[in-house]
C-alpha cells in the first residue's frame, strides 16, 4: 500500500477546494483550500472536529451539496484528470456510484425504508453497468455476500427496518461498491454503530479496500481509526487544513498543536491511572465569528500575539509533512 | 393487518349505533312529523294512524329502540314525501354520488399530486409561487361560488357543457371539477410539504450518490415515500369531501345522496334522513378501512 501513495499519478487531486454557504447572515466559508491527492490503494483519513468542514469537503467532491445554498467559491477536484467543478449534471450522474461512491454516517436513514435493499442495490447495477433485472439481481446476491450478509439471496427481498444496524451498514456499503469505484468516501462510516459492529464494518471496508484496490477517504473524528486504517492523514480546523502528513508521522511527530491536542486527548490503552483526561480547551469557532489570525489561536496554548495577526499558511516540516502552524519551527526547538 | 381490519370491523357498528342515536334524537327533538305530514283538514283519525305508524305515542327511548328494531331486519322505514321504502331512494341515488366522488378524488389527486411536485421542485420560484396562489386562492374560494362562475363560463358563455342534471360524460365534468376543488388545494399543499421534507433525507442523498437523476430519485424514491403521509390526509378529508358533495349535487341538480339528504332533511322525511346518514356513515367507515390497507400495502414498516 505504501508503494501506492509514491508511485504512479493520482487518481483523485484536489486543489485549493473552496466551499462557501449562502445564509441570511451572509456568506460564510465551510472549507478553505484544502488540497490533497488520492492514489489507487491509498487511504487518506480526513480528521477533525464537528463543524471543521470535514463532512463538507466530501459532500463537494461528488458536488452533492445544495446549489441554491452552496458554492465552490475556488478550487479544482480532478478525477484521472477530468475537473468535476466544472462537470455538467449528467456528466456528474455517470461519475456518481461508478467511479466515486460515498457511505454516509447513518446507515438507518441511508436506505430508502419503503424500498427492498435489492431493489436499491439494483440501482446503480441497472443504471451503470446497464445490467437486465435478472443480471443485477445475481450481482447483488454476489454483493451481498461479499460485504458479509448471511443468507444474500433471501435478504434481497428485505426492508430496511428488518435489519440490524450493522448489517444495513453492510448493504449500503454493498451499494456503494456495487460498480467497483476507484474512490469510496466513507463519511464517519462507523460512528452510528456499537463498538464491536464497528470493528467489524473497519475490517470489511479494509478487506474490501485491498481487493479492489479503491482509493478510500475516510472521514472520521476518531484517531484510532485513522491509526489503524489510513495511510496519510489530513487534519482539519475551522474549514481549514491544519496538517497532513503520512499517518506514521503523525502519531510519533505532529507538529500543529491542534493535532498534538488530540493526540493527547485519546484515552491511554491499558490501567494506567489518570486523574483527568487532558483536552483541548474551548470549542470550535462559529463560522459567523471566525478569530482573527490563525484560527485556532483562542485555543492553543502556545499562541503568540503574531497568531492573532497572520493566517498561517501550510509549510513543510519534513517528508511529506505539511502543517500550518507560525511557531512550528520554535516549538519543535521547544520540544527537542 | 388482518388483525387491524378485524378490529375496525369489530367497531364499526358501534360508530353506527352511535351514529343513528344522534341522528333519530335529533330529528324527533326539532319537531312533529304529523305537523308536516298532515294538513290544516286533518282529521283525528288520520293524526292517530300516523301516530300509530310512527310510533309518536311511545317514549323516545322505546321508539328509538323500535327503530333499530327495524332497522336490524332491513326495514329504514317508509319515505315520508316518496311513499316506498325509504332505502329505495337511498340506493337509486349512491350510484351517482360515487361516481362523482371518484371523478372528484381522481382529479384531486392526480392533479394535486403533479402540482405539488412540480411546486416542491422548484420550490420559491416561479412555478411554485404560481402554483402556491392558486392552491390559497382555491382554498378561500366557497365550491358553491366557483361552481357558479364554472356554469356561467362553461354551460351559458361558452355553452360547451350542461348546466345541470346527469347523462353522459359531458354532465360529469363541471360537478366533478367544483367538487375536487375541495380537496385539490390542500392535497397539493400536503404533497408540497412532503416532498420538500423528505428531500432532506439521508435516503436520497444516497440516491443522488448513486448516480440516480433527480426526476428518478423523484418518482421512485420520494412518491413512495410521500404516499403514505397523502394517504392518511385523505383519509381524514373523506368525511370533508362528502360534505362537499352536498353542495355540489344541489348546484348541478346531480340526482346522488347529497340532494336526496338536502330534500329529505327540508321536506323532514326522517326515515330518508336516517338512511342516507346511515349510508354516508358506512361509506366513510369503509374508505378508512381501504386507506388502512393501502398504509400496509404502501409501507412495508406497516405490514410487518
Known amino acids: 500500500m505504501l508503494m501506492g501513495t509514491l508511485r504512479g499519478t493520482p487518481l483523485l487531486s484536489v486543489r485549493d477546494l473552496s466551499v462557501q454557504f449562502r445564509t441570511d447572515q451572509g456568506l460564510i466559508t465551510a472549507v478553505d483550500g484544502v488540497s490533497f491527492d488520492l492514489r489507487a490503494g ?20 461528488l458536488r452533492l451539496l445544495p446549489p441554491a445554498t452552496t458554492r465552490i467559491a475556488r478550487g479544482e477536484i480532478l478525477l484521472e484528470g477530468r475537473d468535476i467543478i466544472k462537470a455538467s449534471e449528467s456528466e456528474l450522474e455517470r461519475i456518481r456510484g461508478r467511479d466515486v461512491s460515498i457511505v454516509f454516517q447513518d446507515p438507518m436513514s441511508s436506505l430508502n425504508p419503503v424500498l427492498t435493499i435489492g431493489r436499491q442495490i439494483c440501482e446503480p447495477l441497472r443504471l451503470h453497468l446497464k445490467l437486465s433485472r435478472a443480471e443485477a439481481k445475481e450481482r447483488a446476491v454476489d454483493l451481498l455476500g461479499f460485504v458479509g450478509i448471511p443468507s444474500p439471496r433471501e435478504s434481497l427481498g428485505s426492508y430496511p427496518h428488518q435489519l440490524s444496524g450493522g448489517q444495513r451498514q453492510r448493504v449500503v456499503i454493498a451499494m456503494a461498491l456495487a460498480c467497483r469505484p476507484k474512490v469510496l468516501i466513507a463519511d464517519e462510516p462507523t460512528t452510528a454503530l456499537d463498538v464491536t459492529t464497528q470493528a467489524q464494518i473497519l475490517d470489511l471496508l479494509r478487506e474490501l479496500q485491498s ?21 496519510d492523514v489530513l487534519v482539519m480546523y475551522a474549514g481549514r487544513m491544519v496538517e497532513k502528513s503520512p499517518v506514521s508521522q503523525l502519531f510519533a511527530r505532529a507538529r500543529h498543536p491542534y493535532t498534538q491536542g488530540l493526540l493527547n486527548s485519546i484515552p491511554p490503552f491499558g490501567d494506567q491511572e489518570l486523574e483527568k483526561l487532558p483536552a483541548i480547551n474551548g470549542t470550535v469557532p462559529s463560522p459567523f465569528a471566525m478569530p482573527s489570525g490563525c484560527a485556532f489561536h483562542p485555543r492553543c496554548t502556545f499562541a503568540s500575539s503574531a497568531c492573532l495577526e497572520a493566517v498561517p499558511e501550510l509549510a513543510s516540516c519534513g517528508p511529506n509533512h505539511v502543517a500550518a502552524c507560525l511557531r512550528v519551527t520554535e516549538l519543535e526547538r521547544m520540544h527537542a | 393487518m388482518l388483525r387491524t381490519i378485524a378490529h375496525r370491523l369489530t367497531l364499526a357498528p358501534l360508530t353506527l349505533l352511535l351514529v343513528s342515536f344522534v341522528t333519530f334524537i335529533i330529528l324527533r327533538v326539532t319537531g312533529n312529523p304529523v305537523d308536516i305530514y298532515l294538513d290544516i283538514n286533518r282529521t283525528p283519525e288520520q293524526v292517530a294512524a300516523l301516530t300509530e305508524r310512527l310510533h309518536l305515542d311511545k317514549p323516545l327511548l322505546v321508539q328509538y329502540l323500535i327503530y333499530l328494531r327495524d332497522l336490524v331486519q332491513g326495514d329504514f322505514g317508509q319515505s315520508l314525501q316518496y311513499g316506498g321504502p325509504a332505502i329505495d331512494a337511498v340506493i337509486t341515488s349512491i350510484g351517482p354520488t360515487l361516481r362523482l366522488l371518484s371523478a372528484a378524488l381522481l382529479l384531486a389527486v392526480t392533479l394535486g399530486t403533479v402540482a405539488g ?117 385523505l383519509g381524514i378529508q373523506i ?59 404502501i409501507d412495508p414498516r406497516i405490514r410487518h
Open chain 2, 117 to 233: 411536485l412540480v411546486a416542491a421542485v422548484y420550490r420559491d420560484r416561479f412555478p411554485d409561487a404560481v402554483l402556491s396562489a392558486l392552491a390559497v386562492a382555491g382554498q378561500s374560494m366557497p365550491s358553491f361560488w366557483l361552481g357558479i362562475l364554472l356554469i356561467q363560463l362553461f354551460a351559458l358563455k361558452m355553452q360547451w357543457l350542461p348546466t345541470s342534471g346527469s347523462g353522459g360524460f359531458k354532465y360529469l365534468i363541471l360537478p366533478a371539477l367544483t367538487l375536487s376543488a375541495v380537496l385539490l388545494p390542500n392535497f397539493m399543499l400536503v404533497t408540497r410539504t412532503a416532498v420538500l421534507d423528505l428531500m432532506n433525507e439521508q435516503f436520497v442523498a444516497t440516491a443522488r450518490a448513486k448516480g440516480l437523476s433527480r426526476i428518478r430519485i423523484l418518482l421512485t424514491h420520494i412518491l413512495p415515500n410521500a404516499a403514505n403521509p397523502l394517504l392518511s390526509f
Open chain 2, 239 to 297: 368525511g370533508t369531501l362528502m360534505g362537499g358533495s352536498i353542495i355540489t349535487e344541489s348546484i348541478f341538480g346531480w340526482p346522488g345522496i347529497g340532494r336526496l339528504m338536502i330534500s329529505a332533511v327540508s321536506n323532514r322525511d326522517a326515515p330518508v334522513v336516517l338512511a342516507t346518514v346511515f349510508l354516508v356513515s358506512i361509506t366513510i367507515i369503509l374508505a378508512n378501512l381501504v386507506v388502512d390497507v393501502l398504509h400496509s400495502i
Open chain 1, 211 to 231: 481487493k479492489l484496490h479503491m482509493a478510500v477517504i475516510l472521514i472520521t473524528h476518531d484517531l484510532g481509526v485513522v491509526a489503524e486504517f489510513a495511510d
Open chain 1, 42 to 61: 491509498q487511504t487518506l483519513g480526513i480528521v477533525g472536529e464537528s463543524g471543521s468542514g470535514k463532512s463538507v469537503t466530501a459532500m463537494s467532491l
